[in-house]
């Protein structure tokens, strides 16, 4: 079974602390990708990345920046945190392989910044 | 413009009823794919059922079916003889091909199954 984790369930910050969400897979996926989740507004895409040290910018990266040092680990980092990324924040990942190309998905974060 | 669009925030469904789930999307992309996953209120999305643009047939999964209408654009989710546990919030899909691996969400429908 594909098993994606995350590093914390729930997680409460006060504005303006540096924060760290991390991500691990370990199914040798090539694509791992971080959402945010939001009443009404469904999954909204931060970033992705296709293979190690490469990164794309979703559709609001604005605020977020990440890390693929390793294949299995993806890493959201918070510059400095604002109330405005109080949101579940979850992490997938995905082959390339294939015409099925779901993705798996953690647990996912609840943050809560103060 | 939206590429999935669920319209129904909120549904109920009677306990042992069929309740379909309502996803339209958007695509001028011949090659895509159409997912539906749950989540509970634990927040984990679950996996529940795949349907290529291709294929032929609607795809099933036990109480789960996709109604493709390829025409029209909809993959509306059919969950049969509705389960206390089927309560959650579902999110249909789509993956374009020449999109690479992601995905576009809909807003989701908070299903409530009803003893």
């Known amino acids: 079974d594909v098993k994606v984790t995350q590093s914390s369930r729930y997680l409460v910050k006060r504005t303006g602390e540096k924060v760290f969400l991390e991500c691990v897979q370990d199914?040798?996926?090539?694509?791992m990708f971080w959402y945010r989740q939001d009443p009404g507004l469904g999954l909204r895409l931060i970033y992705f990345s296709y293979d190690v040290k490469m990164k794309e910018k979703g559709d609001i990266p604005e605020g977020y920046s990440v890390s693929r040092e390793k294949k299995e680990r993806f890493s959201l980092i918070l510059e400095s945190a604002s109330t405005n990324q109080t949101s579940m924040y979850l992490c997938?990942?995905?082959?390339?392989?294939?015409?099925?190309?779901?993705?798996?998905f953690g647990p996912g974060t609840r943050l809560t910044v103060t | 413009a939206q590429k999935i669009t669920q319209t129904q925030p909120g549904m109920f469904v009677q306990e042992k009823e069929a309740v379909t789930l309502d996803c339209t999307y958007d695509t001028s992309d011949p090659s895509y794919g159409l997912f539906w996953y749950k989540q509970p209120s634990s927040g984990e999305m679950i996996f529940l059922i795949y349907q290529g643009s291709y294929d032929q047939q609607n795809a099933t999964e036990g109480r789960y079916s996709l109604n493709f209408q390829k025409a029209r654009k909809s993959a509306n989710l059919v969950i049969s003889a509705s389960q206390l546990g089927d309560s959650a919030m579902y999110f249909c899909a789509m993956r374009e091909w020449n999109q690479g691996g992601k995905l576009i969400f809909g807003q989701g429908t908070e299903l409530s199954v009803k003893p």
């Open positions: 997938a990942s995905s082959s390339t392989g294939g015409p099925f190309e779901g993705q798996y």
């Open positions: 199914m040798d996926h090539e694509n």
